[in-house]
């Protein structure tokens, strides 16, 4: 599973504006939305349920906010980089400025963990963070999000 399956250039939030995790997972669900022509509150609700189970903070200034709704074929994802970091009770108590959604049909099984892997292994890099958190701009943040991809394979 690779993160140009699952992530379009248009799924890239670049300065989300966002001061709480509620406002967070709102505009990734109204993004989100778009996207799959899902109902944005469907996608809220089902962000919030999950969050409800633990946080998806992981630690580092990153979250990865996921879940499953019947109504997708395929998985789908939405990368934001927050313009200030948003209180996210992640595990470590520290802010978030990085956050992957990841969405994903309920059939999906293994594909949903396999996606869920990535990304994570992905933002573990700090090296890749730090250049995350450096881009300006939608289109050299997904250059950096898929360009990681070609150099991992070598």
């Known amino acids: 599973m690779e993160i140009h399956e699952i992530l379009t250039a248009e799924a890239v939030v670049p300065h989300l504006k966002a001061s709480s995790k509620k406002q967070a997972l709102q505009e990734l669900s109204r993004v ?12 809220f609700d089902m962000l919030i349920e999950r969050e409800r189970l633990g946080t998806t903070g992981v630690g580092e ?9 019947n109504a997708l074929d395929r998985l789908h994802g939405v990368f934001a980089r927050a313009s200030r970091a948003i209180e996210f009770d992640a595990i470590d108590d520290r802010p978030v400025d990085l956050v992957f959604l990841l969405l994903a049909p309920e059939a999906a099984g293994a594909d949903h963990l396999k ?3 990535r990304v994570s292994r992905l933002l573990r ?4 963070c730090d250049k995350l958190r450096g ?11 898929t360009q990681t991809e070609s150099s991992d394979a070598a």
Request: include cysteine; hydrophobic fraction near 45%; charged fraction near 25%.
């Open 32 to 43: 989100a939305a778009e996207l799959t022509e899902l109902d944005q509150r469907e996608i």
């Open 61 to 69: 200034g990153i979250a990865i906010p996921h879940g499953k709704l």
């Open 115 to 117: 996606a869920l892997a």
């Open 125 to 128: 890099d700090p090296s890749t």
């Open 135 to 145: 881009c300006e701009t939608r289109d050299a943040i997904y250059a950096l999000l």
